[in-house]
């Protein structure tokens, strides 16, 4: 009996020590890199060159914009670094506001990070920086071959980004990446297009665009105060794009919709004489099927953008619809909170846009 418990005892003392040490080498810590600042590399997903490294617009040129969309310019939905890496792991570190995540998102889409690595010529989720405060230290993926890596990591949805430094292994290399989309998408909306509700930010459906048709999508999604008002539309003409996708009738009122759409696609046009206009009706809300107030607010949101639409294809060229009612699906499992597509709600959505898109754009044959 003796022998038999020391047996025991020593499969268990064994056991212990190989438990002790898959954890070692499982536990390695956000200290054990290097890292580099995101400044030395590529940021990707800007409308222009600004001063604001991490802000969409530098909205002190842009003056008249309003309040809340100001503030909502300075997320950093869309924005990714990218890089190349030779790397076996891969940290961050990372500081944003003091803002908290909302009840219809995830801490990760909210002020998290999402990294997507290239293989076989397609880009791949790869891992997620989750924060755990205001200043948050991560490793994002671990356990990798020593190879070259081509890596884009997405930065926060809904929360203003400070500063963002990339951890590699000591003896590693990390060096900036070409923006690997080309040609540019303006695409102007409401929280939908900031990426409310997607579990990750590359999951915004944006982001989704750019790595699934290899053209440059920008984010320009103000969350509730997408509504065309002058300024915006005076800012989004000022920018140098191939084209300009318009999802922004969620947040506009039938009213406004009246007032302020001709404004908005002629300011374009005038700005861009050929570039594709593409103006893409309010999804159906999913409450709406039984708030009444809800349905009707929607039904009379895109009737009126439709006779806007139908009204100036007369007289615009290259202006293009895309119509709300299969953008979510048919079974009503598409949504977070019945307004706010889940990830599978943006996936449906994709199917639509995708390729209305790629078959509408030019441009998008350019770069095959």
């Not at 060159?49 to 008249?64: C, E, G, L, M, S």
């Not at 003896?171 to 923006?179: C, E, K, N, R, Y």
């Not at 597509?341 to 209305?356: E, T, Y």
Request: hydrophobic letters at 40%; aromatic letters at 8%.
């Amino acid at each position: 009996m003796k022998g038999l418990q020391k047996i025991t005892l020593l499969g268990q003392l064994t056991t212990c020590l190989l438990v002790l040490s898959f954890h070692a080498v499982m536990a390695q810590t956000p200290s054990s890199y290097k890292y580099k600042r995101a400044e030395e590399l590529t940021m990707i997903g800007k409308a222009f060159a600004n001063k604001q490294f991490y802000h969409r617009i530098d909205t002190a040129d842009y003056p008249d914009l309003p309040t809340p969309v100001k503030s909502l310019l300075t997320h950093s939905a869309g924005l990714a670094i990218a890089f190349k890496t030779n790397s076996t792991a891969i940290a961050a570190k990372w500081q944003t506001s003091a803002r908290k995540p909302s009840a219809n998102m995830t801490a990760i889409a909210f002020e998290g990070l999402d990294l997507y690595i290239k293989k076989d010529g397609k880009w791949q989720f790869a891992g997620v920086g989750k924060p755990t405060n205001d200043t948050t230290e991560a490793v994002v993926v671990q356990h990798m071959d020593s190879g070259e890596k081509e890596c884009l990591l997405y930065l926060p949805l809904y929360d203003e980004v400070t500063n963002v430094s990339i951890g590699i292994d000591e003896t590693g290399s990390i060096v900036a990446l070409p923006d690997p989309f080309k040609k540019k998408i303006a695409l102007y909306g409401s929280s939908i297009v900031q990426g409310a509700s997607a579990s990750r930010p590359g999951l915004a459906y944006p982001a989704r665009l750019s790595r699934e048709t290899g053209l440059n999508f920008i984010n320009l999604g103000v969350s509730g105060n997408a509504k065309m008002e002058k300024a915006t539309a005076d800012m989004l003409a000022m920018i140098d794009a191939d084209a300009f996708v318009l999802d922004c009738i969620p947040n506009s009122s039938p009213q406004e919709i009246e007032e302020r759409t001709a404004y908005l696609i002629r300011t374009i046009r005038a700005h861009h004489p050929e570039a594709p206009i593409v103006m893409i009706q309010t999804l159906i809300r999913e409450h709406g099927y039984f708030d009444q107030v809800v349905g009707n607010k929607t039904r009379d949101q895109n009737s009126m953008i439709t006779q806007q639409i139908e009204s100036l294809q007369k007289e615009i060229n290259n202006l293009y619809f895309i119509k709300g009612d299969d953008l979510l699906g048919t079974d009503h499992e598409g949504t977070t909170d019945g307004t706010h597509p889940n990830d599978l709600g943006f996936d449906r959505m994709l199917q639509v846009i995708k390729p209305f898109l790629t078959t509408h754009l030019p441009i998008a044959g350019q770069i095959r």
